[in-house]
């Protein structure tokens, strides 16, 4: 929640950020885009925090999932970011992004 009040409206490169949440099964097994990058962390608490998805809309075409990976862990332990992507017709193999994404955080929540 904070990571969400805190990014709602900021600026990404020179184009504002619309935050919206994310349907819970954002995540779900069944979301398997055949490029998506498979980040691991050595954290062992990460199961026993809460998570949080964010949709961001209005995303460049050209930002990559690192990018905003990196701007988004000034808030937060992000836990995976996935841009959809779209075959690209003119390049076999190729994607194209769709301008928006998803943004899992990890906080700690009260038990």
Request: net charge neutral; charged share 30%; proline share 5%.
């Amino acid at each position: 929640m904070k990571a969400y009040k805190k990014l709602s409206y900021s600026k990404f490169k020179h184009v504002p950020i619309y935050l919206e949440w994310a349907p819970e099964e954002a995540f779900s097994s069944e979301f398997k885009p055949s490029d998506k990058k498979v980040y691991t962390t050595v954290d062992e608490d990460i199961d026993q925090m809460e998570h949080a998805t964010l949709f961001v809309k209005n995303l460049n075409f050209d930002t990559t999932e690192d990018q905003l990976r990196a701007f988004f862990e000034k808030s937060g332990k992000v836990v995976t970011v996935s841009i959809a992507k779209k075959p690209n017709p003119k390049s076999h193999g190729g994607f194209l992004s769709r301008g928006y994404g998803f943004i899992e955080f990890c906080y700690q929540g009260s038990s």
